[in-house]
Structures are given as structure tokens and as C-alpha cells.
């Protein structure tokens, strides 16, 4: 179980509704073509607070995941990746089980167009729900991985990487 899950049914309950606690991802398409505003930051930032756990675990995860990828720096982005990991490649569904399988389908696995679409992401623009951090339109998900029964101790990781039309 990740973190989000967990936290999202506190969220829940402490909001009394099912209401909505994450932008949806048209409103955070919309904002993306714009510059950040400290007031982007502070909701992105809120909204993980609130569905995920403490946004300061996932900020400097999120930037170096997106300085890797722009760097395409393949043992950087394989050393922040939850294993096994499954992708399709090819039309297969394929588990990646670790950092160094990871590096030798590096090209395979983060397409340019993935690519493009994480580095470009505006953290201000994140869009966050109870399965995590989501960068562009689905391509890469970032989320806490749960170190213990309470998740009271999680790892932040990259939990998913997708073609954007989900091949």
C-alpha cells in the first residue's frame, strides 16, 4: 500500500465529504501555461500534505527526477524508481526489477516524448491525488512507498512510467 492511500482516507474523513482535495487534471493543464505563482506552489504543496504526507519528502524527489530525466542521466532516474517496476514495451507488459535492468532499457522505457513531458512539468502544476504526484498527462507518477505497517516511515519514489496514451 502507498502512503497516498492511506493518507487519502484520513483526508476523507477529516474533510466529512468525498470532496475533491486535488486539482483536476484539466485545471492543472490549464495552469500549466503559465509561470508558477507562490500560490501554484503552496496549493501543489497542500494537496500533498493533505493526500500524501509531507511535501518536503517529495519536492527534492520530484526535482531530481526531473533533472535527471533532462539530463538523461539513466543511473540517476534508476536509483529514484520503486522495483520492480511494470511498463510496456512494445506492446508488452514488462517488470522492470531493478536499477540496472532499468538502465539498460533506460531508452526504451523514457521515450522523448515522456521525457519532454516530465522536464517540462511546472511543480506549480503538479497534479496530486491519492495515487500520487503525476507529471504531464500520466506519463510518470511519483508517490510514497510505505517502509512499515502504520506507513509512518515511507521511501518517495517513482511508482509509474507510461506512454501518455497509456502504451
Not at 503552496?42 to 527526477?65: C, K, M, S, W
Not at 510514497?144 to 502504520?150: F, L, Q, S, T, Y
Request: overall charge positive; some cysteine; hydrophobic content about 55%.
Amino acid at each position: 500500500m502507498t502512503i497516498g492511500h492511506i493518507a487519502w482516507l484520513a483526508a476523507l474523513f477529516a474533510a466529512g465529504s468525498g470532496a475533491a482535495l486535488a486539482q483536476s487534471p484539466a485545471a492543472t493543464s490549464a495552469a500549466a501555461a503559465t509561470a508558477d505563482t507562490a500560490a501554484d506552489v503552496a496549493a501543489v504543496n497542500r494537496n500533498i500534505d493533505q493526500l500524501l504526507g509531507d511535501h518536503t519528502r517529495y519536492e527534492p524527489v520530484i526535482l531530481a527526477f526531473q533533472k535527471a530525466v533532462a539530463a538523461k542521466d539513466a543511473a540517476a532516474v534508476a536509483a529514484l524508481v520503486a522495483y520492480p517496476l511494470t511498463v510496456q514495451l512494445g506492446g508488452r507488459t514488462v517488470k522492470i526489477r531493478n536499477a540496472r535492468d532499468f538502465v539498460a532499457r533506460y531508452a526504451a522505457i523514457v521515450t522523448p516524448a515522456m521525457a519532454a513531458a516530465i522536464a517540462r512539468q511546472r511543480y506549480g502544476a503538479l497534479f496530486v491525488n491519492a495515487q500520487g504526484v503525476m507529471f504531464g498527462h500520466g506519463e510518470a507518477w511519483i508517490n510514497g512507498i510505505c517502509k512499515d505497517a502504520a506507513c509512518k516511515r515511507f521511501d518517495v519514489k517513482v511508482v509509474a512510467l507510461q506512454a501518455a496514451d497509456g502504451s
